[in-house]
C-alpha cells in the first residue's frame, strides 16, 4: 500500500487532547517532501490544518490551530504526528494525512493540490 495511513482519532470531550499518527505504509516519507494535515467537517469543504517539510522541519499551521497543535516528525517510526490540544466542538471533523513530492523545490503547502498520496482518514470528535 503506497498511501499513509492514519490512526488516533476518537471522541474526546472539549479541552482535551488526542495524537494522530500518520504511517507511511509499504514505503517512507522521503526526506525532500511535504507531510499535510487536512480535515473535512459534514458539509464542509476541506481545509487544511498543518503541514512538515520533512527535509528541514519546518512546520505550517492554519491560524485557527495555531498555538494548540504541533505536527512532528518521527523519522525513526517513520510516522508524522500531530498533537491536538484544548480540543474544541468545532474541532470535530475527519482528519486526512497526504504527502506531497515534486521537483520545484517548493510547496503551496496549504493548497490540496500539491499532495499526491492521501490516506483514509481518522474521525475526531469533540463534544462541549
Known amino acids: 500500500q503506497v498511501q499513509p495511513v492514519e490512526s488516533g482519532g476518537g471522541s474526546v470531550q472539549a479541552g482535551g487532547s488526542l495524537r494522530l499518527s500518520c504511517a507511511a505504509s509499504?514505503?517512507?516519507?522521503?526526506?525532500?517532501?511535504?507531510v499535510g494535515w487536512f480535515r473535512q467537517a459534514p458539509g464542509k469543504e476541506r481545509e487544511w490544518v498543518a503541514s512538515?517539510?520533512?527535509?528541514?522541519?519546518?512546520?505550517y499551521y492554519t491560524e485557527a490551530v495555531k498555538g494548540r497543535t504541533t505536527i512532528s516528525h518521527d523519522n525513526a517510526k517513520n510516522t508524522v504526528l500531530l498533537q491536538m490540544d484544548s480540543l474544541r466542538p468545532e474541532d470535530t471533523a475527519m482528519y486526512y494525512c497526504?504527502?506531497?513530492?515534486?521537483?520545484?523545490?517548493?510547496?503551496?503547502?496549504?493548497?490540496?493540490?500539491?499532495?499526491?498520496?492521501w490516506g483514509q482518514g481518522t474521525q475526531v470528535t469533540v463534544s462541549s
Open positions: 512538515i517539510y520533512t527535509r528541514s522541519g519546518n512546520t
Open positions: 497526504a504527502e506531497g513530492r515534486n521537483d520545484r523545490g517548493y510547496f503551496f503547502h496549504s493548497r490540496e493540490a500539491e499532495y499526491t498520496s
Open positions: 509499504g514505503y517512507a516519507f522521503i526526506t525532500n517532501s511535504i
